[in-house]
């Protein structure tokens, strides 16, 4: 099955310096990379998602960035507020003929006033 | 708000006993997932259904049962319950079975086993 790797765990920026947090995947055949937000408590939120005919999707602060050959993808958070303090996980679909997603362990953003 | 109600929002029980966690996805939503979440643990699948079948198995454990009625409802099952079963349990809906689809999580449903 799918494995996605995610680094790093924790990672600590000032304010209004970039954020950039790695996954890399297994199935070659995975087409769908979400990425969700959680904060303490509560529930998986979606942030941005590409999928693999995409090579980058930006939204305001947050973009991601996807190499397929190399079975990686990114996640960059610019101009970081403290409200970007949480637990980001990224996530792969399970390729074709699956229907799960598979996460990543997570990685707890915290920013620095 | 993303539309996915779960219930109870808290539950404790005893080692041994069973609780049925209840979940009513997304308007329109045929798909339903389950997550287990421990204490800073990532989000582990459980299983999927999509309109009223089974369509996905992950780490599920054998004291685990779940379905998904033909209003679209599901419940999560658990027996038998350890310790090592407290977690947060999510629910998530989409619109269809399809991997490529958006995702929605429920609030979740902490439960505390003691």
């Known amino acids: 099955g799918e494995n996605v790797e995610q680094h790093p765990s924790t990672l600590s920026v000032q304010e209004g310096d970039s954020a950039v947090i790695k996954c890399t995947y297994s199935?070659?055949?995975?087409?769908?990379f979400p990425w969700y937000k959680q904060e303490l408590g509560k529930r998986p939120q979606l942030i941005i998602d590409?999928?693999?005919?995409?090579g980058e999707k930006k939204d305001q602060r947050i973009a991601v960035t996807l190499n397929k050959t190399a079975k990686h993808f990114s996640l960059h958070i610019t101009e970081t507020q403290p409200e970007d303090s949480a637990v980001y996980f990224c996530?792969?679909?399970?390729?074709?003929?699956?229907?799960?997603?598979?996460f990543g362990k997570g990685t707890k953003l915290s920013v620095i006033p | 708000d993303s539309g996915v109600t779960q219930t109870p929002k808290h539950l404790i029980t005893a080692t041994g006993q069973r609780v049925t966690l209840r979940c009513s996805p997304r308007?329109?939503?045929?798909?339903v997932y389950w997550y287990q979440q421990s204490l800073d643990q990532g989000l582990q699948f459980l299983i999927q259904?999509?309109?009223?079948?089974?369509?996905a198995k992950g780490n599920i454990l054998e004291r685990f049962s779940a379905q998904q009625f033909p209003d679209l409802h599901s419940e999560l099952n658990l027996s038998s319950l350890e310790l090592g079963d407290s977690a947060l349990y999510f629910c998530?809906?989409?619109?269809?079975?399809?991997?490529?689809?958006?995702?929605?999580f429920g609030e979740g449903s902490w439960l505390t086993v003691v």
């Open positions: 199935d070659s055949a995975s087409n769908y």
């Open positions: 590409i999928r693999s005919n995409v």
């Open positions: 996530a792969a679909s399970s390729g074709a003929g699956s229907y799960q997603l598979t």
């Open positions: 998530a809906s989409s619109v269809v079975a399809d991997s490529g689809n958006t995702i929605y």
């Open positions: 259904y999509y309109n009223g079948e089974e369509r």
């Open positions: 308007s329109g939503d045929l798909s």
